[in-house]
DNA sequence: CTGAAGTTGTGAAAACAGTAACAATGTTAC
DNA sequence: GTAACATTGTTACTGTTTTCACAACTTCAG
């Protein structure tokens, strides 16, 4: 038996539902997989096996149906309730996620954040109570927290991390520009914006094949 | 005749070059494979491939010359020369990155930053002057500037990204959390945080084998 | 009912990324 | 000088992700 979500569908999906979501509201009932694969600019292929990957099934000649297809993508991202996520980092970028996941982002909630700096902890900044980071260790298991974003100046990315794993958490979110060692039953996502930024200048200098 | 430099090379490459710096700052000379494959947490195998993509060999033995190495990387990446960057977008997201780029990434240079809000433009913010987005097309080709970091709401992304390709961009970081339709010679990475962390939320969940 | 049109679901192939293994090589000890 | 050792450079392999291609299916027109 063997039944394994590759990441970059679970991402795709979370493309898929918010698209779905916006023609849901406009009453739309049926969609072919070239039709949400222009709209996520994918191939079609690449959207029938996604929804293959969550045993989700269309019908040929009326494609799928929209309201079932968003409910199903939901069940299988586990969104019913509402996730909840912890943030280290208080900085510049924190307050832009915290920002932008309180308005952007409903299903996720930030439920704690956490900063070394006494002049931001105590407060609420930008919807989130910030907290001493010294309270990982009591507030995450508490909340039952299992995921955490962490964005923080490189010196102190691996000890807060490794301050979140000994309190249960199961999955890092990582915007701090240096490597984590973590141990392997943790999920780790990598946003180095440094190395992205790299990757772009380079390839944007080197010609590339057109389509 | 076949040299494609893989993506994930570069980025890799990025951050060896951040490692290898440090350790030029305390004076070592040499590094074997699996050190630098140790600090940036891959494996010795992966790294001796990286370099071997960039033509750099070191001794058996001895192992890298960091001096020569991280020169190596940098002439590879072409970074002599500090590469001009445009930043559209300049919201809590767009702050946030000027200012991480200013004091943290000194190889870039964020010569340009865009936004069509009227009370940011015409000011220096985070170090950058803001300019309105009509200014695009004139300022874009004057700097030959050809990569852009787009921090912007979903509902204009894609508008301003149309505007930068036709001034001339051919790589971009998007950061708003909806696909762009590009010609195909552009470079594009999309860096969308809630799919992002709806990865990391998706897999925190489930279990997963340790190492 | 039958055929045409167009889509889905999926096995097979290709492309891509990472790992393992090992011959070749430089270094050191003696 | 030579043998033992540890590491590099590279090839072959493994595993994953994406694309291709097509049989099976559903609908509709006539």
Redesign the interface.
């Known amino acids: 038996m063997k039944s394994e979500?590759p990441?970059n569908t679970?991402?795709?999906?979370?493309?898929y539902r918010?698209l779905l979501e916006a023609w849901l509201e406009k009453g739309t009932t049926h969609l072919y997989s070239h039709e949400i694969a222009s709209?996520?600019?994918?191939t079609p292929a690449q959207v029938r096996r996604d929804l293959m990957a969550i045993g989700y099934s269309g019908s040929p000649s009326r494609g799928y149906s929209v309201d079932a297809l968003e409910d199903s993508i939901g069940r299988f991202?586990?969104s019913d309730t509402v996730?909840k996520?912890a943030l280290v980092g208080m900085?510049?970028?924190g307050?832009?996620?915290a920002?932008?996941?309180v308005s952007?982002?409903p299903r996720?909630r930030m439920t704690a954040a956490f900063d070394n700096d006494p002049r931001k902890t105590g407060r609420v900044i930008a919807g989130c109570m910030v907290h001493p980071v010294e309270a990982i260790p009591g507030i995450i298991p508490a909340e039952g927290i299992?995921?955490a974003?962490l964005a923080l100046p490189p010196e102190s990315a691996q000890e807060m991390a490794d301050t979140l794993v000994k309190a249960g958490?199961?999955?890092?979110?990582n915007f701090a520009?240096v490597?984590?060692?973590l141990?392997?039953?943790?999920?780790l996502?990598n946003?180095?914006?440094?190395?992205?930024?790299?990757?772009?200048?380079?390839?944007?200098?080197q010609?590339?094949?057109?389509?």
Do not use: H, Q, W
């Open positions: 979500i990441p679970v991402a795709r999906l979370s493309l918010r709209m996520a600019c994918v991202l586990g996730r996520i900085g510049n970028l307050r832009a996620l920002t932008y996941f952007r982002a996720f299992r995921t974003v958490v199961k999955g890092i979110l520009p490597p984590l060692r141990p392997g039953d943790v999920f996502e946003r180095d914006v440094t190395a992205s930024l790299e990757k772009v200048a380079f390839f944007s200098g010609p590339r094949e057109g389509n």
